[in-house]
């Protein structure tokens, strides 16, 4: 079964600060992603959005677990990290030692639920 992380049309802001406008990526698993930007440019606030940190004011993020789709927007960070941490597993057996898993499993709560 399928594993993937789909960022659709993602907009955010921090109060009248926008900082994602129509953002969208889809990383399927085994797919190594890194983003790239200077200072300021929004990768950190992409992935918190992602960890339910921070809330998008639009768009939609989902991750499919063994063909079981979670939509993340709105769920606590913990709820979310866990989503987000079985979903590292599923792609770290695909790709063991890539950037991708020490990225990803370098958050406190997914080094929690990732295999040792």
């Known amino acids: ?10 907009d955010a802001a921090y109060g009248s600060v926008r900082v994602l ?13 890194v983003l790239l930007g ?8 992409l992935m918190k959005c992602v960890m339910g940190i921070v809330r998008p004011r639009a768009g939609r ?9 979670h939509d993340l ?11 987000a941490s079985r979903w590292c597993r599923k792609a770290a057996a695909c790709s063991r ?3 991708w898993r ?3 499993c370098s958050a406190p709560s997914a ?5 040792r």
């Open 97 to 99: 030692g890539s950037a």
């Open 73 to 83: 927007i709105g769920r606590t960070p913990s709820r979310s990290s866990i989503s």
């Open 1 to 10: 079964m399928g594993n993937s992380l789909t960022i659709e049309k993602i």
């Open 38 to 45: 200077t200072n300021g440019n929004g990768k950190s606030t």
């Open 111 to 115: 080094r929690r639920h990732a295999p």
């Open 61 to 69: 993020i989902t991750v499919e677990i063994d063909g079981e789709k």
């Open 102 to 104: 020490k990225t990803c």
């Open 21 to 33: 406008e129509d953002v969208s990526l889809n990383v399927n698993s085994g797919e190594t992603v």
